[in-house]
């Protein structure tokens, strides 16, 4: 099953992403993830996208479709693999019909502005394996450390209040147009996630997967 999550930046999506991965047994592909992994180590990749990703401002789509094309063509992409955070443009949703990809089901998982900067201002990801946390609905079991692997939890800086007034800005100018694109098709779910629990938002996102 191919699955697309989208939403706002600090929706849940990267949360929801990894419960579903465990659940169905196929991978997550981050692309917001790959690009901090190659900024960390260096990379080509990473000198292209870092003046964008600074100001919360979207990477180049040829950039990103390159790095879908390429993270899709891996043995373990073959039974399925949820995409979070591509697309981001009808540009990127059009190539990826293009690569010949069937897409099975688009979740949106809508949550309003105001609560979007709240929950931001409290994620903390881990450097290490880019695990995401939340200081008050989803803490690690001991402080600033991730459970996970035990590297460091920091803040994203992109998860300051004035970039993610600006990547909420650019979400609803390029992103939120594919809703119109995806319910087109017959394939979007909105999952509204404002006053749900991370555990409350995921059952709704399982069940919209098996109807
Ligand atoms: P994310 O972790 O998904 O919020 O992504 C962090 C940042 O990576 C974004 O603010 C963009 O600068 C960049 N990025 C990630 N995915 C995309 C995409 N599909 N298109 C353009 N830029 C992206």
Do not use: W
Not at 17 to 39: C, D, F, M, V
Not at 127 to 153: A, M, W
């Amino acid at each position: 099953m191919n699955i697309i999550l989208f939403g706002a930046p600090g929706a849940g999506k990267g949360t929801q992403a990894e419960a579903i991965s465990e659940h169905k047994s196929i991978p997550t592909i981050s692309t917001g993830n790959i690009i901090r992994e190659a900024l960390k180590s260096g990379s080509e990749l990473g000198h292209k996208a870092k003046s964008y990703m600074a100001g919360g401002g979207l990477v180049p789509d040829e950039i990103v479709i390159d790095i879908i094309k390429e993270r899709i063509s891996h043995d373990d992409c073959k039974n399925g693999f949820i995409l979070d955070g591509f697309p981001r443009t009808i540009t990127q949703a059009e190539a990826l019909d293009k690569m010949g990809v069937t897409i099975d089901k688009v979740i949106e998982i809508d949550i309003s502005d105001s609560i979007i900067i709240e929950r931001t201002s409290g994620r903390r990801v881990c450097e290490k394996c880019g695990s995401s946390y939340h200081l008050v609905n989803k803490k690690p079991q001991k402080d600033g450390i991730c459970d996970r692997c035990h590297g460091t939890l920091v803040q994203r800086e992109d998860d300051h209040p004035e970039t993610v007034k600006n990547r909420l800005k650019i979400y609803h100018e390029q992103t939120k147009p594919l809703e119109r694109y995806y319910s087109n098709q017959g394939k979007l779910v909105v999952i509204k996630g404002d006053n749900k629990t991370i555990n409350e938002t995921l059952e709704m996102v399982l069940s919209a997967l098996e109807a």
